[in-house]
């Protein structure tokens, strides 16, 4: 019983280390910046907006900075905001 528990928290917790690693990773960053984009250039078409090809790295090239600076936030956050509310 006891080793089932333990084997069932080893295999939940590689779950977890996975969607973690999965979350943070440039190959989905970038898969939702390409998303990003073609659905831009698709909408400024619809709208009849001019250059929508050039247009739509706007939206995208922002998702991939907000991705950039948010490591940066959440590291201060952890270290001064979250562990001053866990005290």
């Known amino acids: 019983m006891l080793e089932e ?3 069932a928290i080893k ?3 590689a779950r977890v280390e996975s969607n973690k690693a999965w979350e943070i990773s440039w190959t989905r960053r970038l898969c939702i ?3 990003t984009y ?3 250039v698709l909408y400024m078409q619809i709208v009849g907006l001019s250059h929508p090809f050039w247009g739509a790295f706007v939206p995208s090239g922002g998702y991939l900075l907000s991705t950039m600076s948010l490591l940066f936030i959440k590291n201060y956050w ?3 905001i979250y562990q001053n509310q866990e005290s």
């Open 78 to 80: 952890l270290k001064n």
């Open 11 to 13: 295999k939940r917790n």
């Open 33 to 35: 910046a390409v998303a």
């Open 5 to 7: 528990n333990l084997e």
């Open 38 to 40: 073609w659905i831009a």
